[in-house]
């Protein structure tokens, strides 16, 4: 059973950065894509970045130019830098992962994200 592990949320102010962790108990090379979502209270869960193992990224307009998702295969990680935060950036951030073989969907627990203004 996979397991990934969030971290890295916090309470900022309006226009600063944070920088969320992934840790997977797998290998991230096992994973066909890896990517962030994210949860705002009253909401639906949104797809905010993924990262292909062919190295293609993709990411919500919202967040386009601002947000950064990249792995190192070494640390079993994938990461989400996240800049100039806006309050509408609030919610939980859950890590997701499909693996290559089994095309199972693995997801984090969350990490909470609190932009004020």
């Known amino acids: 059973q996979v397991q990934l592990v969030e971290s890295g949320g916090g309470s900022v102010q309006a226009g600063e950065s944070l920088r969320l962790s992934c840790v997977a108990s797998a290998s991230t090379s096992s994973f066909r894509v890896m990517g962030w979502y994210r949860q705002a209270p009253g909401k639906l869960r949104e797809l905010v970045a993924t990262l292909s193992s062919g190295g293609v990224k993709t990411y919500v307009d919202s967040v386009k130019g601002r947000f950064t998702i990249s792995r190192v295969n070494a640390r079993n990680t994938v990461y989400l830098e996240m800049n100039n935060l806006a309050h509408e950036d609030t919610a939980i951030y859950y890590c997701?992962?499909?693996?290559?073989?089994?095309?199972?969907?693995?997801w984090g627990q969350g990490t909470q994200v609190t932009v004020s203004t």
């Open positions: 997701n992962a499909r693996h290559t073989f089994s095309e199972l969907y693995y």
